[in-house]
């Protein structure tokens, strides 16, 4: 009985989609955690200013406007043995012997490269716009010279996890996936202790950038060190002309990826916004928890597929779709069925538990939180759809979805002002726009892609005539 169990956990623990999971949980739940020692241990001044903080940090992802999803599926290519990158499109390399070193040199030298701009141009409108931004609040903390100190370490945390956190994804793409989900874990782990124990022990402010930047470094030995051991020599010095011809390949597809993200990102939260100011703060509440419980359903099917995508990337050099499309059915099947079980728990389970503990918080009323959990689903393929046509290094379903991210926030402002909908005036726009051409369009063209179709693909079986 103990060896299985021994047997199930270690197998547990050798799950790619497990650390996934433990990471996404950790990235949820340690602002919880952390939430009762800041209230307790900071002053009311120092409470907000944490805040502010917080808010800085959380404009990381956005910084790089986009080129970590293009590093990425171009180191993919370089370890499957592409011969060169296109900036749109690839060659299959079929015959490929192995990783193709020198482009993965180049790919990385050309990373590295241009995150050290983005870390010193973030820097410097930290250090400039930020300051002054936070310039008058600063007089308000109970010992501005802390609070002072604690946003110049804060600035530079911000630029080393800029700087730095690109060797985890080197690694994830070099196929390491489950490694470098580990490293992510512990550092996670890491920032969490180390700022509970700073918080304890009075370091008021000073206690995020310094955890920050403890667990940025972290993550980073651990992510090189592991990178540097999966190449067969150091990296050798960067050539210039080589670096500014691989951003050229990359950049077409790199703005488009990062205005399809901001766009994405600015609709959820106009729509948020528009609920919050015809509605009032009781409705916006109600459609924000339904919304966020239904995004933690999303996210934690997507670790099915998510893990994969570098050794997708790989297969689509190798031209090994048959393998590609055996490996994804069964991905997606698990991940369609978890979304779909924790989808009915939200819809039938959490609204009588919430009313039987008296909470004072409930979800959307019936049926908008029906709808609402059916859009999320097909939001949830359409990422899928749009992911697997991205390992092609093309983008054709920019314009479609930018201008419906934009039309959705334009037809939900209309429908509230001329209906009755009520919160289904916020909830039918982006489900109405992306059954009409996105949610079905995109699905159809990814799996073209690899040479099949939804019938075949999901069934295993062939289309009539």
Known sequence: ?????????????????????????????????????????????????????LSFWALIPIIDFGFVHNFGRAIAYAMAGASRLLSEGYEPEPNAKGPNYQLLFTILNTTRFLYRWFAIGTLAILATIGTWIIFKEVKETTSPTITWTAWGLMIIAIALEIYLAWWNNALMNMNRVRLALQYTVLAMMVRLIILAGLLIGGASLLSLP?????????????SRIAVLKELPKPIPPANREAIKSTILQLWPNTWRTGIHLVSGYLSTQAMTLVCLKTMGLATSGMYGFTNQLLNIASS?????????????????IKGDLSTL?????????????????????????????????HTGKTLLPSPW????????????????STTLIFTENRM???????????ASVILAVVLVKFTSLDLGAVILPPLILGLAYNFWRWPVEALRGINTTPLKFLFSIKPRD
């Open 396 to 406: 054709p379903f920019f314009w479609a979805t930018t201008f419906t991210n934009l």
């Open 369 to 384: 939180l029906e709808l609402m959990a059916g859009l999320k689903f097909f939001e949830l393929n359409l990422t899928l």
């Open 325 to 357: 499309e055996k490996i994804l059915r069964v991905r997606v099947w698990l991940q369609f069925t978890t979304y779909i079980l924790i989808a009915l728990i939200i819809v039938f389970l959490i609204p009588p538990l919430l009313s039987k503990h």
């Open 300 to 316: 934690i099917a997507q670790a099915w597929t998510q893990v994969k995508w570098p050794y997708i990337n790989q297969l689509r």
């Open 210 to 222: 310094i955890s920050n930047i403890i667990s940025s470094l972290v993550q980073r030995v651990l």
């Open 1 to 53: 009985m103990l060896s299985k169990i021994r047997l199930k956990i270690k197998d547990l623990l050798s799950s790619s989609v497990f650390w996934s999971w433990l990471m996404n949980g950790l990235r949820m739940t340690s602002g919880l955690i952390v939430l009762p020692l800041v209230i307790h241990y900071l002053p009311k001044p120092e409470f907000d200013m944490y805040f502010v903080f």
